[in-house]
């Protein structure tokens, strides 16, 4: 399915609302999906699958090593998580699940991410600029692509 951010965004606010999600985080993680989508990565199917597991929240708490996301989604945890890092700083993560969506939090507030998220991202030299900016100009342009499945999946969740 062929669609914007806007749309996007808007559908996944919609299923949020849905499914209760806490309502602070709603419109950063449609953003999120959306950003993710644009950028060629598979925003709605990571989301419908946390929407899907049996735990969607874990408290962040911080231990000696970091902290311990007990594989609960990032696409439900990530506004939570960079607000605590805006507020504690730098933190070690474990037990991640959909990481990715951390990518458009760290983007867009200029932190580093400590792992290989995209292979065709060249490592080294100066950063002078937004990596995914390309992307995001491309899909404003040219609309977002969302697979059919997934679509349907966010629909019904």
Known sequence: MKTSAIPLEAAVRGTLDRVDAPAEDRADIAWA????????????????????????YTPLVRDALGLDLN??????????????????GRVFLRNVRHGLYLLPFTVR????????VDPAFAIGGERTGN??????????????VVDDESWRLLQVA
């Open 71 to 88: 594989e609960v989604s990032c696409a439900l945890l990530a506004p939570r998580l960079m607000r605590e890092i805006a507020g504690a």
């Open 131 to 144: 990596p995914y900016a390309e992307k995001l100009a491309a899909a404003e342009c040219n609309g977002i």
């Open 109 to 116: 507030a200029g932190i580093g991410i400590g792992c290989p």
């Open 33 to 56: 999906c959306a950003w993710l989508e644009a950028c060629g990565y598979p925003g709605v199917k990571m989301l419908v699958e946390a929407l899907r597991d049996e735990r969607c």
